[in-house]
């Protein structure tokens, strides 16, 4: 099946850095989906992004669609302690389908 | 926004019961739902589809006589973990579509502990 490749897989930053993570895939896609994950909770959609060069915005976190539509970043500016957690990348599994596939998840800490 | 309630959060239980989680979407109507299983420090990885008013789409591997699935409504899908054993405990978690082009949603999860 088609396979969402994230990095890093862990960062550990400064208060007050910025961050950035990645997803890549050999597939292209016309979704990329950016989720964040607390401990004990469920997914939260932060950005959805539609269109091949899309740059979208979400207070201090930006997504962009890749061009090629075969990967998309998401930049976090200024991060706070409240930023930490698990972001995922995910797309949907075919044309058609509404059947998510997920990174492997970006686990980001926040140093004070 | 959208929103998708899931309970129990938390259940304990002996080896052998069977559990039932709950997942509602609360402010729209959702004719497909998905049910996912996570384990510690993975991805999530989906188990099933549920579609209201027909029979659940399970993923390879996934045992459906295990795993019970209803979608009796359009605002409610829940899952039955029939005679669990420890090795099904896990996090469960369910998500909701809102619509065509839509992102889903998702609960909060629910964390399943078999004794």
């Known amino acids: 099946g088609q396979q969402l490749n994230q990095s890093p897989q862990s960062m550990f930053i400064q208060e007050g850095e910025d961050v950035s993570m990645n997803c890549t895939s050999s597939?292209?896609?016309?979704?990329w989906l950016w989720y964040k994950q607390d401990p004990g909770e469920g997914p939260v959609l932060l950005i959805a992004l539609y269109k091949a060069g899309e740059l979208t915005s979400n207070g201090r976190l930006t997504a962009q669609f890749g061009i090629t539509r075969k990967d998309s970043f998401l930049n976090i500016s200024a991060s706070i302690p409240s930023d930490v957690g698990i972001y995922f990348c995910?797309?949907?599994?075919?044309?058609?389908?509404?059947?998510?596939?997920f990174g492997k998840g970006t686990k980001l800490s926040v140093i004070p | 926004g959208a929103v998708v309630s899931q309970h129990p959060s938390r259940v304990i239980c002996k080896s052998g019961t069977s559990v039932k989680i709950e997942c509602r979407s609360l402010?729209?109507?959702?004719?497909?739902m998905f049910w996912y299983r996570q384990f510690p420090k993975k991805s999530l990885m989906l188990m099933a589809t549920?579609?209201?008013?027909?029979?659940?789409?399970?993923e390879q591997g996934v045992e459906k006589d295990k795993f019970l699935i209803n979608h009796a409504s359009l605002t409610l899908s829940t899952l039955t973990v029939t005679s669990a054993h420890p090795e099904d405990s896990s996090f469960y978690i369910c998500s909701a579509l809102g619509g065509s082009g839509q992102p889903q949603h998702f609960g909060d999860g629910t964390r399943l502990s078999i004794l």
């Open positions: 995910a797309s949907y599994s075919g044309a058609g389908s509404y059947q998510l596939t």
């Open positions: 597939s292209i896609f016309n979704t």
């Open positions: 402010d729209f109507q959702a004719t497909t």
């Open positions: 549920s579609n209201e008013g027909s029979k659940a789409t399970y």
